[in-house]
């Protein structure tokens, strides 16, 4: 990062930065091999959001005052989460789950996913968790490189059923999972 960059927790007043900051991401990469298929407003929603910020599980990351990033860490998998095959052996509570992790367009390209992957693994560590999981869909071959080069181990695909996504006859998902070191 050639500006000084910052991640710590956000707060449920940003909703509306974060709302900008998802739609900016969602309009940049609608059609790509990187489309998260966002529908801003339902997910991510305002309520989300907020509530992801009144638990300690939403982060930001800011060049100066700049909102750069953002991803959400709870302990929350969908349906389905305890259907894959993990090699870390974890429990419903023991893991965490990375959720709705967005760089600005404005700032892609410089490895910010590893910096928020990093703080991801230190406030997972702080919480006495034993790896961090997550999905994207199968059609998301951009996030599915980023995972894959930040040492993530791919499994699925799986059917999931969330938010704003509606299951289908063929899985939509691939799960990652990394053990926190």
Request: glycine share 12%; charged share 25%.
């Amino acid at each position: 990062m050639d500006e000084m960059l910052e991640i710590g927790p956000g707060a449920a007043g940003e909703a509306d930065e974060l709302l900008a900051l998802y739609a900016a991401v969602q309009e940049a990469v609608a059609g790509t091999d990187n489309d998260p298929q966002w529908i801003i407003g339902e997910h991510p929603s305002r309520g989300q959001l907020t509530r992801a910020a009144e638990a300690g599980e939403l982060f930001v990351a800011r060049a100066g005052r700049r909102l750069a990033a953002a991803f959400i860490l709870d302990r929350e998998g969908a349906p389905g989460y305890g259907e894959v095959p993990w090699r870390v052996e974890a429990v419903a509570g023991e893991y965490g789950v990375v959720h709705l992790l967005a760089v600005h367009p404005d700032f892609r390209g410089r490895g910010l996913a590893r910096h928020l992957m990093d703080a991801a693994e230190q406030a997972a560590r702080e919480r006495g968790l034993k790896a961090l999981r997550l999905d994207t869909l199968v059609d998301n071959y951009g996030a599915q490189r980023t995972y894959e080069c930040l040492g993530f181990t791919r499994f699925g695909p799986v059917h999931l059923t969330y938010g704003t996504y509606i299951d289908t006859e063929a899985p939509r998902f691939v799960m990652y999972e990394r053990a926190v070191r």
